[in-house]
């Protein structure tokens, strides 16, 4: 069963984005919205863990945009969000 993995906290914050890479499965994906957008930021550690998994990392294009952030990770706005929670078995929003 695949599980897209939604994260909107701010990975300085706690250890939320921690938790979500040790539980994440092979066919599992991470989607980055509001301030977990951070974790994008160029050199930083969040950055460095999710640096892996390549096609498996979504964020938001509209909270990239609204933060200034710039990022290899696949952006997608609300209609791919939406695309996305229909694409996997499973969606698990880490509040």
């Not at 951070?38 to 950055?47: D, K, T, V």
């Not at 460095?48 to 938001?60: D, E, P, V």
């Not at 945009?65 to 996305?84: C, H, K, T």
Request: a negative charge; aromatic letters at 8%.
């Amino acid at each position: 069963m695949t599980t897209l993995h939604v994260l909107s906290h701010s990975p300085f914050g706690d250890n939320r984005l921690d938790s979500c890479l040790r539980l994440l499965g092979n066919a599992d994906a991470i989607l980055l919205t509001g301030d977990a957008v951070y974790a994008l930021q160029p050199g930083s550690e969040p950055q460095r863990k999710l640096n892996h998994l390549g096609a498996r990392l979504f964020a938001l294009q509209e909270d990239l945009q609204a933060r200034n952030i710039s990022s290899d990770a696949q952006q997608i706005d609300y209609p791919g969000f939406v695309e996305l929670s229909i694409r996997f078995d499973k969606v698990n929003s880490w509040l």
